[in-house]
């Protein structure tokens, strides 16, 4: 059984910081991609920024050089820091873990951004 837990959501103002955390436990690839999926207020679920074991990173363009997501193998946690916070980032935010065809999610956490 694989469990995400993520923490470090809430509220903050427009402009400011939060980081994300995602802790994975069970039986789990030591290959694998860890991501960070978000679905804004009546919106689809949408993809945000992926992370490979081996470090490698990709990032939506809607984030590209606010957002900074690295991984601690480990302690198999991925981190989503996020930067210069927008309104429009206000969202029910995902971690996710993959490997083969297999991918499992973590439960979300809010992020606010209002003044």
């Known amino acids: 059984q694989v469990q995400l837990v993520e923490s470090g959501g809430g509220l903050v103002q427009p402009g400011g910081s939060l980081r994300l955390a995602c802790a994975a436990s069970g039986s789990i690839l030591s290959l694998n991609v860890m991501g960070w999926y978000r679905q804004p207020p009546g919106k689809e679920r949408e993809w945000i920024a992926t992370i490979t074991s081996g470090g490698t990173t990709n990032y939506a363009d809607s984030v590209k050089g606010r957002f900074t997501i690295s991984r601690d193998n480990g302690k198999i946690t991925v981190y989503l820091q996020m930067n210069s916070l927008k309104p429009e980032d206000t969202a029910v935010y995902y971690c996710?873990?993959?490997?083969?065809?297999?991918?499992?999610w973590g439960q979300g956490t809010q992020v606010t951004v209002s003044s």
């Open positions: 996710s873990l993959s490997w083969g065809s297999r991918t499992y």
